[in-house]
Every structure is written in structure tokens, then in C-alpha cells.
């Protein structure tokens, strides 16, 4: 009997990449128990590109053994991401990336003399794609052709939003420097602006695979190529900053459907193919905000404006887009289609979504601006990881007809964080942070280690600032660069109060 094919969509959400970890260990754990199903897509952006980059290398040479909770709760901490050792010519961001880099690289690459060993749940090809956000627009011509008073013209339209897909097989190697590349891929796509720098990435332009560059540097990336000027004409290729996916595209079932019909053909079979969505973000319907305009955050702190902007870009980019451009005829074909092919709103009625319960309080990764809140801490992680593990465990006994009795060290108590009573208080404010005690710095509360750690961090990236060569310029930055890096430190710092609350 054939296995049911099982794409998986695992949206952004920063530190709530926790929860995406929490739901995709309990998934993959429930259908190991069982020979019906392979995993043949997956598509992530930010939060979850990483993860699913994760997911695809233990997929394929750990047998399924993702690493998930030692990555995401033991190891991505705000004390190693505020570090504040800045290297020379590092683009300006609040967080560092250092940490994430060597975590990333560590996770694509086997320990030594370890043996690998496909997974069962590994199709045969297996699509990883990440949405990434281009800081440089490119030109993209379409198939509509527009008509003018003398002559057709191209429709072309300026993009910034991509993606890079990678086909991994059997004869994908552990060693193939391919995993570099989707390393770096997938640290682009959790870029966020602001909070962490941007990646470049070197990008083939031509219509054929660039001699110069691996074949796997030709991965689609636009399902089209982009248009150029003619004295850019001959350039192959071409490095460019990326920022993260979410941006444009932050729930990718657009790329999971297109890769579907890739699959399955046009008419995929629902008793054969599983399209499951894991987004850490539905957990509440937003509220309308009544206040007067003059008295919201946005409108009196620049701050507030600039972090709102930023939120509302992301939930824009988790809207789901159903709609088509319009088709020509095959023989008459000028371009390619600008993006993927997207789903029939009709389709998500076969899809099974993870999501948290309204009923219970918001997530940790939630908090803070950004939804940079599990960082804080161990047991944050830890709590967003079990309520990701104890939605999923529910998808799988109730929509997909598993009932494993999954084992963990934990025991039973794992699926309800909320009665385990060797978690800390619930967060509820910034405050209350005062009163929760660090995992990893005993003796001092979670609120005095970020404090202390932030000021560090953002002194040194406020006095690395470069002020240009005039050495006027210099010598008054020289002088100046320590007392106004104190103040505007100790400024933000009495700022984060306000910033707590989700989406703030």
C-alpha cells in the first residue's frame, strides 16, 4: 500500500520558532509509529525555514532524531544573541547572529564517524524551500502582455520577495556544500530587520545554470528570471542583502501547493496527500482598538511606530493570497509566472493546522516586541515548546487517526505545562519578570539578566557606529560616544514596559 504523502508548512514567529519545534518533534514522533506516511515538502519562512532546514538534514541522515529541543530550548538564549562582541563591519542590528550561525552549521552537519541513516518518513525527493526577502528590488516580466497606443508592452513588476528550493535525494550527500548554502538560506529567511543583520547571498540571473556556480545555486529562487538592463545584460550573477521571509511571505502554502501539484498533478487526491500548517500565531483574533489615536503608542513614540510597521508586515505576509495571474495559452508564453501557483480557497478544507488553543494564555514567544519573549529564558522555551507537543499530539489523534503512545523522559505531565509545577510563574507582565528566576544565571531574576546583558549589547553597537572619515568627526565621536551611549541605553531600556504585551 502507497504512504500518504505529508507536506509540511511551518510559519515565522522569531522566538516562537519554540512552539513550531514543540508541535514538528511530536508530529514526527506520532508518525514514526506508524508505515503510512512520508514526508515528501516542506516549506518554512523565518522561524519556521529554519526549523524546517533542521527537519530536512535529520530527515535524511539522523534517522528522524531532529535535535529540535536541544536547538530551540537549550540553546538559542538572549544572553548569546544580545553578545556584545562586534565584529568589525557588521551591519547594524540589535541582536547577534553569531550564535545562531554556529547552531545552524553544528545541526547541518553530522558528528564525526556518525553513520547516516534515511528516515522512513523520508519520500524519495524531498523539497525544502524558504521564503527570503530581497533588500534589492529586481525586475520580473510576466506573461500579461499590456496593450498601448502603438504596441504591446510587458507587465513588469518590481519584487522583493523570493524563495530558494532545494531537491534533496538519496544521492544528496551530508558532505555536499550544498548545506552550506541552506544554512545560509535559512539564516536569511529569520532575519528579521532591526533585530538581526542582513545575509548576503549570491544568486544566479541567467536563464541557464551558470557554469561558475554549483547547480545547486540555480534553485528556483522566482520561478522566472529577472529582467535587466541592457548593460547588465551579461552579468551571471550577483550578490545581494537578504532579510527575512516573513516579511512577504509568512505562512508559505503557496509553496507548499505549488510543489503539491508538482507532486500529485492538478487534482491532488485528499485520501493521499496531508497538508499540515504549524503557525504559533493564530492564537488569538485581534482586537479593534478604540482608544483615541492621540493616546495609542504609535502615534506618540517613534519606537512603538516603527515595531507596529514591522508586526503589521508580518501579519500581513501571513495572510493567505488564493488568487491566479492570468494564464496564456502554452504556445504563446513570454515569461513565467511571477510567483507560484496558488491554492483554490476550497483546498484548505483537507488541511490540518496546529495551532494554540484560545482557551489557554497566550504563548511566551508571544511577548515582547518582535515576539522576541521565549528568548528570555529556558523555561519560556520550554513552556511554548509543550504547548507546541500537546496541539500537534491532538491534530494527530483526531485528524489523522494516530494514537501513539509517545514516550518521552518527561512523562505524561509533558503534554500539560501548565499543571507541571517545576515551571515558573506565568509572565504576565514585564514586571513580573522581577520575580522569575533565571535557569541559567541562578540567583538572579530572568528581568535583571536581560537588563544587564541589553545595556552591553546595545553600548557596544551604539559606540561601533561608523560617523564616515572626517576626522572631525571622529575626534567629536571620540569624545561624546560613551555618555551618549549611556543615555540613549538607559532611554530604551525603560522603554521595554511598554513593548511586553504581544504584537506591541
Known sequence: MSKKRVALVLSGGVSLGSYIAGALDELLRQMAQSDQYEIDIITGASAGATTAAIIAHALLYRNGDTLLHQIWVNQIDSYDLLDSDIPKGTPFSLLSNLHLQTISRQALTLPPGYQPRRSPLCADQLELAMTITNLDALSYESRVRL????ASEPFIQDRHSEQETFQLTSTTSPIDPLWERVATVALASAALPMVFPPIAITRNLGDQANPDLPAWQSSIQYIQ????NPEQADVAAATFLYADGGLFNNLPIDLAWHYVQAHDGDQPDPSQRIIIIVDPSKDRIQTIGLDPPQQRGSYRNPLVYLGGLIVAMYRE???IQFDREVPNPADQVLGALPG??????EALNDVALVLPRPDQPHLIGAHLVFALGAFLDQSFREYDFRRGAADARAVAQKLLGLSADVTRPEGP???APDSDPRFRPYPTSYATLNQIPSIRFPGKSVRAVLETRLRQRLGAVIRSYPVGQSWLLKAL???VRYPFSWLLTDYLVK???DHWAPGS
Not at 147 to 150: D, E, L, P, Q, V
Request: charged share 20%; net charge positive.
Open 495 to 497: 522603554q521595554l514596559p
Open 317 to 319: 505576509g501571513g495572510a
Open 413 to 415: 505531565i509533558f503534554y
Open 225 to 228: 528570471t529577472p529582467v535587466r
Open 340 to 345: 507560484v501557483n496558488r491554492p483554490e480557497v
Open 477 to 479: 565621536w571620540a569624545v
Open 147 to 150: 496593450k498601448t497606443g502603438r
